[in-house]
């Protein structure tokens, strides 16, 4: 069967085999985990995912691909579901020992990331493959962006290794990175004030190469004393420093 790849869902298939395992010996998968895939495209690494494990639920958002992985996976009992996975309630998820996976879509990869960090699903890790330059803005290692602060609020964010365009089938114009994500709860106590953190983010990197005291002037009408200098632009602050802004709104 031809596949016809649509370029307006962000298909771009992983076919190099070498890559394929790096990924599956990186998933940490075994035979007792329940594992999601994330569009499972022409099942190139679903093959991978079954000789770990038949606990297998994959969402596949095109329509013909369903029907070429279900003839393809007749024999084992895996459950391809034709929907889009950001349209899912996520949590009707079978969260025991679960492992989220998938060769994301690059036009969607930052709000399927967002939607599974800012729900309450429960996961072991997650291991995606993404645009390096995503990955790169989701790592707060060099400077901190609205998303890695996000990111770090809810999980422990690690880039394993990079792919190149080649491995892809159609090559995408960019380098690929396999990170995984795995949630942590150092910040628990923080929760509930969660919405207050994400606007107080979204305003400070509104203009990001503006010094920090620009936007902090729209939050506070008289402003408080920091034990960072206010002079900065937004990246150069830590998660920390964001903490202590929320904290002096809250009060």
């Known amino acids: 069967m031809t596949i016809l790849h649509k ?65 393809k996976f007749k024999g084992h009992d895996a459950n391809f579901i034709n929907e889009d996975f950001l349209e899912i309630n996520l949590n009707e998820i079978n969260t025991s020992s679960l492992i989220v996976v998938g060769n994301l879509p690059y036009n969607v990869s930052s709000q399927i990331i967002l939607n599974i960090l800012e729900s309450d699903l429960e996961y072991e890790h997650c291991i995606f493959l993404v645009q390096k330059e995503l990955a790169q803005r989701f790592n707060s290692t060099k400077k901190s962006s609205k998303i890695s602060l996000i990111a770090d609020f809810f999980s422990d964010f690690e880039i394993l290794f990079d792919i190149p365009p080649e491995a892809f089938y159609p090559s995408p114009k960019v380098t690929s990175s396999l990170i995984k994500i795995k949630k942590n709860t150092k910040y628990k106590d923080k929760k509930e004030s969660y919405i207050a953190f994400k606007r107080i983010v979204s305003l400070c990197f509104a203009n990001p190469r503006k010094k920090i005291s620009n936007p902090l002037k729209n939050i506070f009408d008289v402003m408080p004393k920091f034990s960072f200098d206010i002079n900065c632009r937004p990246q150069e602050l830590e998660i920390d420093n964001y903490f202590e802004i929320l904290s002096k709104y809250e009060e």
């Open 7 to 71: 370029k307006s869902l962000g298909q771009n298939f992983l076919t190099d085999k070498l890559f394929l395992e790096k990924i599956i010996n990186s998933s940490g998968i075994e035979s007792s985990n329940n594992v999601i895939e994330i569009g499972p495209g022409d099942g190139a690494l679903t093959t991978y995912i079954l000789e770990k494990t038949q606990n297998l639920v994959a969402y596949e958002i095109d329509q013909e691909l369903i029907g070429l992985l279900t003839k």
